[in-house]
């Protein structure tokens, strides 16, 4: 089939993102053709036969920003400007949506969380109107949804609370919902009396990954960890979920000056820059800023973690709340040691269950004997191995590309 595929941005490092490009590299792989309509490729290398850059689907797009603050943030008194204009933005896009399935004899679209979660209001509102005008086949690839995400995605307007109901998710008649957890599958049927299909974010576990090469040997001094020190890595964006003051806190426990704290991510997705700059002031607190490293300008895009993997001991993932988690199955996927906390509504009950061994805290409670525990693994590298090794086999047997091709044959038969 001829699949095209609708996305805010490809090519980065968030996880709809990341997921999507093992999705085209699957259906690829069972013979589909597979066509991209994006407002932003990053990192990637555009081909204009199967991809079309619509820049208006852009999170950072001014439809998209506009739209946001004018429905959640910084809303007018009379909310109906907002949605006629939501609604005359959609039809435009709508019809661009149109003629490129047009020109490219699309069969089926794939949305990637656009029309889940209402983070570009006129793209998800057009998605649904290509959907009613065209009669086409649809797999939504749902991450998350509005309800998930406190008082994001909440306006003061009821009549605009209302838009996004009727909205999103995208119920019609005929579409098919992959949603990434137990907790989705359980909230579609209680909510909507549909049945979705559970597809766990995967990796490809046939390749080589974070494994120390001729290329890779700097990456840790080049951002300031020397010969002698280790390396625990935050390989995550900066934003307040990924509970990184947590990270940030152990590294201040173990009271080790040679134990250096690796931060990947950027904060592009932090308003205002408001949780980095109280990471900033932490570090200042605890004198740690000669041990925690912003390594963000080291790594362009996800085809460098491989790199930042090859060299650390273990890996802290201390979030609150995820989707899923992609950062664990890294961390799996590269051999790594993992602490974790407890992340709703996922972690247990879709990925701790399946038997990794990690040191896992709750409510993000770092405890003396969690920290005991952590420090017995750090150093001591044959057990880093170990674990290492024993988790890679669950990995490879519960979140590979073969339970991905399992998933997609059912999903993609119409």
């Known amino acids: 089939m001829r699949i095209g595929i609708i996305i805010g941005r490809i090519g980065g490092v968030d ?47 001014v439809e998209a920003e506009w739209g946001q603050r004018k429905a959640f943030f910084h809303p007018d008194n009379d909310p109906d400007p907002l949605l006629d204009h939501v609604e005359n933005a959609s039809n435009m896009i709508e019809k661009a949506m149109k003629d490129w399935v047009t020109e490219k004899k699309i069969d089926v679209l794939l949305s990637e969380n656009a029309s889940a979660l209402p983070c570009h209001l006129s793209m998800g509102v057009a998605i ?78 046939s390749r080589s990954y974070g494994i120390p090469t001729e290329e890779n040997k700097f990456f840790l001094k080049d951002v300031g960890v020397a010969q002698d020190e280790i390396a625990l890595l935050q390989v995550t964006r900066i934003v307040r979920r990924k509970g990184i003051e947590t990270a940030i806190s152990l590294i201040d426990k173990l009271q ?86 407890n992340y709703k509504p996922v972690y247990m009950q879709d990925i701790g269950s399946k038997g990794f061994e990690t040191v896992m805290i709750e409510d993000s409670n770092l405890t003396d004997k969690h920290v005991q525990q952590m420090s017995e693994i750090i150093y001591n590298p044959d057990r880093c191995r170990e674990i290492g090794e024993n988790n890679f086999k669950l990995g490879q047997q519960h979140f590979s590309f073969d339970v991905l091709e399992s998933k997609l044959q059912h999903l993609f038969t119409f």
């Open 15 to 61: 996880g709809v993102a990341l997921e999507t490009e093992k999705w085209i590299s699957v259906l690829k792989k069972l013979g589909h053709k597979v066509f991209i309509m994006s407002g932003e490729f990053e990192s990637w290398d555009i081909d204009y036969e199967h991809d079309y850059l619509f820049p208006a689907l852009s999170f950072f797009s």
């Open 128 to 205: 649904k109107k290509l959907i009613q005008n065209t009669g086409l086949p649809i797999v939504t690839h749902d991450h998350d949804f509005h309800w998930e995400r406190g008082e994001r995605y909440v306006s003061v307007h009821p009549e605009i609370n209302q838009y996004v109901d009727d909205n999103f998710p995208l119920l019609l008649p005929y579409v098919k919902h992959a949603v990434i957890n137990t907790f989705g599958v359980e909230t579609f049927k209680n909510r909507f009396d549909i049945d979705a299909t559970l597809v766990p974010n995967v990796m490809d576990f």
């Open 256 to 341: 080790d000056k040679k134990l250096k704290l690796v931060i990947t991510g950027n904060n592009n997705d932090d308003e205002n820059k408001e949780y980095y700059n109280e990471l900033i002031d932490q570090i200042h607190d605890l004198n740690l800023s000669s041990q925690v490293i912003f390594a963000a300008h080291k790594v362009l895009d996800h085809k460098d973690l491989s790199d930042v993997y090859a060299h650390g001991r273990a890996c802290t993932y201390f979030s609150t709340y995820e989707g899923f988690g992609n950062a664990f199955v890294e961390c799996v996927l590269a051999k790594k040691p993992i602490f974790v906390n």
